[in-house]
């Protein structure tokens, strides 16, 4: 899958939540962050741990979910450099409200909840960065609930596709996510993904290689999910 990598700078580089604080205030929040490195498949955190820092993602991709009962997982996104993490528990000193899994290999800053609140106290702006932020959960969320509402299954396979394959204007673009996740992220059975994968793959939209997904028309996903072309 195409990463958007932080711009060269410092480790904050890219970080909204951070842009707009002065250059000494940046290195003391590098300071006082613990660099983590996270193995494909290994749990960032899980549902109901304490809230105990924010992840700020260096390198890799994350999906954050939650988990039924039953077992059954519901992706609600897939995090990418230079976003972050974590912040909604960190905010109210709650437990997690979702568990979260490197999909990739991941290199992170973790910051302490204390360092984060003090930052926050001492750096009123980076308040504005916190509500960007969680109005863009709440829309993605609501965003999520309509899909499910409005679009078929294949509609939303290749909703999900298209935001995997990000800004990248490449004429292919390679997703490594397995059709489970894929299933996970659009709410579906892995079965039915898999004809949608097929269909799509019959259209030449993209190609299947093992685990991968290549993508060869993105245009034609982003019409099949009923989004609006750029």
């Known amino acids: 899958m195409e990463m958007r990598l932080p711009e060269p700078g410092d480790a904050l580089t890219g970080v909204e939540m951070f842009a707009g604080l002065e250059p000494e205030v940046r290195q003391r929040v590098i300071a006082a962050a613990v660099p983590r490195t996270y193995r494909k498949g290994q749990l960032l955190f899980v549902e109901n741990d304490p809230g105990e820092s924010l992840i700020v993602l260096r390198r890799g991709a994350v999906a954050v979910?939650?988990?039924?009962?039953?077992?059954?997982?519901?992706?609600?996104?897939?995090?990418?450099?230079?976003?972050?993490?974590?912040?909604?528990?960190?905010?109210d000193a709650s437990t997690r409200s979702a568990s979260a899994e490197a999909i990739e290999d991941c290199a992170a800053l973790a910051l302490s909840r204390p360092a984060f609140m003090e930052l926050v106290h001492s750096n009123p702006r980076i308040l504005d960065a916190v509500m960007r932020s969680l109005g863009g959960l709440i829309r993605r969320l609501t965003e999520q609930n309509a899909d499910h509402v409005f679009l078929d299954l294949p509609g939303r396979v290749a909703k999900t596709l298209v935001r995997l394959?990000?800004?990248?204007?490449?004429?292919?673009?390679?997703?490594?996510?397995?059709?489970?996740?894929?299933?996970?992220?659009?709410?579906?059975?892995?079965?039915?993904?898999?004809q949608a994968i097929g269909s799509f793959a019959s259209r030449g939209w993209l190609r299947t290689e093992g685990r991968r997904i290549v993508v060869t028309d993105v245009a034609a996903l982003r019409r099949r999910a009923g989004m609006s072309d750029r």
Do not use: C, H, K
């Not at 039924?68 to 996104?77: D, F, I, Y």
């Open 65 to 91: 979910f939650r988990t039924a009962p039953t077992g059954e997982r519901a992706v609600l996104s897939v995090i990418r450099p230079p976003d972050v993490l974590g912040e909604v528990s960190l905010l």
């Open 165 to 194: 394959a990000g800004e990248s204007q490449a004429p292919m673009i390679t997703i490594e996510l397995n059709q489970s996740q894929l299933a996970e992220m659009a709410g579906g059975s892995r079965q039915s993904v898999n």
